[in-house]
């Protein structure tokens, strides 16, 4: 774990088709994800393209970043001891609350990335085709998509909606203390 306000940067691999790791094996289907336990953000080199043609985005290189900072806000709630506060499903469950907080922190670091000069200001496409990418992979979407009805019982990551409102939340307030999901009526 961190200790006082030292960043351990995580490792990336980027994987196609199946990758084997610390936290078990992983086949594409997962998309992008991060394992814990050994501190690694796993790329899917196909997701994008799948994210595009199966569900319909945008695209979009700012949309890019953002599922990748996403990963990264899954780091950062590992280092601050926050990962796991909650595994348990539904819309109000505990791993909804995490997902929507890695969402909020990927808006951080884009509204910070632009303030340090890392990034250009980003244009409203640009933002308009990170929330259609959060828009796409809301669990009521994918769901009703790949089965035909919502189940919010079964949720993991949280709906469109709450996606895009936690993502543009990091994004216009740039601090991480605006992403307290776990005590937010989501």
Known sequence: AASGNQYQQPRTTLFADAVDTACGGATSAVGPFYCPLDQTIYIDLGFYEQLETQFGAQG?????????????????????????????AGAEGGAVRTELQADCFA??????????????????????????????????????????????????????????????????????????????DI
Do not use: K
């Not at 900072?69 to 595994?87: D, M, P």
């Not at 994918?142 to 895009?164: A, D, F, K, Y």
């Open 60 to 88: 979009g290189p700012f949309a890019e970043m953002y599922v990748i900072a996403h990963e990264y806000g899954h780091h950062v709630q590992n280092l601050l001891g926050l990962l796991e506060q909650g595994r348990d």
């Open 107 to 184: 808006g951080v670091w884009g509204g910070n990335a632009v303030e340090t000069g890392f990034l250009e200001p980003l244009t409203p496409e640009q933002i308009a085709q990170a929330l259609d990418a959060a828009e796409t992979i809301g669990d009521d979407r994918i769901q009703e998509q790949t089965q035909g009805q919502v189940n919010p019982e079964t949720w993991t990551h949280g709906s469109s909606e709450q996606r895009q409102e936690w993502f543009t939340r990091g994004l216009e307030e740039q601090s991480a203390s605006s992403c307290d999901t776990f005590n937010a």
